[in-house]
């Protein structure tokens, strides 16, 4: 049975530490709890070694691969000056990713996110289909967003208006968004 990768990836507007991203900060690991007791949750990418004071790109990552981020981020790499926010999960399916994003904890956080974060012109994320064994690697998720960026979504890298289930076969235009959100996929709209 395949499984869902789902990673997201936002630019912060200013480094963690800073008192501007405070909030994101103190939330993340509430939200991180949420995810992981939501229906459908699998897994999800977390540090195996207890370096808290090293960046995400220095700390071991074990299956999930060394740390990776799309091309298109241009904030830092060190403590001082990091500035992004990704995840990367597996999920049972689309409709269980989408209601953990778009309600409770999560959804709170999300419609916070012009504090926190820059506005996008980058996909904020994307989905894409693995074998039930497959654990995904960092580098795979931030391929999957330049594809995206580049390409649009396809079989490949998906969104939740345009999706594809395990086969590569376009899904009806269901509404996957919440009642009253955007019915396309702009920066408005896209889970961090």
């Known amino acids: 049975m395949a499984r869902l990768a789902f990673t997201t990836f936002a630019i912060m507007k200013k ?66 000056t990091d500035t992004r926010a990704s995840t990367l999960s597996l999920w049972r399916s689309i409709e269980d990713v989408k209601a953990f994003v778009y309600n409770g904890l999560h959804q709170r956080a999300l419609a916070q996110r012009h504090k926190w974060f820059r506005t996008p012109n980058w996909p904020g994320y994307a989905m894409w289909w693995v074998e039930d064994a497959h654990i995904p690697k960092w580098s795979e998720a931030a391929s999957r967003l330049e594809y995206l960026f580049t390409h649009g979504p396809t079989p490949f890298a ?11 076969v376009a899904i009806a235009k269901i509404n996957f968004l919440p009642p009253g959100a955007p019915q396309t996929i702009d920066n408005e709209s896209q889970p961090t």
Do not use: K, M
């Open 15 to 80: 480094p963690y530490g800073d008192p501007e991203v405070h909030g994101f900060e103190a939330l993340t690991p509430a939200v991180f709890r949420h995810a992981e007791n939501a229906e459908g949750f699998v897994n999800r990418a977390r540090e195996i070694d207890d370096r808290s004071e090293l960046t995400n790109f220095e700390r071991d990552w074990g299956e999930w691969g060394p740390f990776t981020v799309p091309s298109f981020y241009d904030g830092g790499f060190t403590t001082a």
């Open 158 to 168: 998906f969104t939740f208006p345009e999706a594809f289930d395990a086969y590569g």
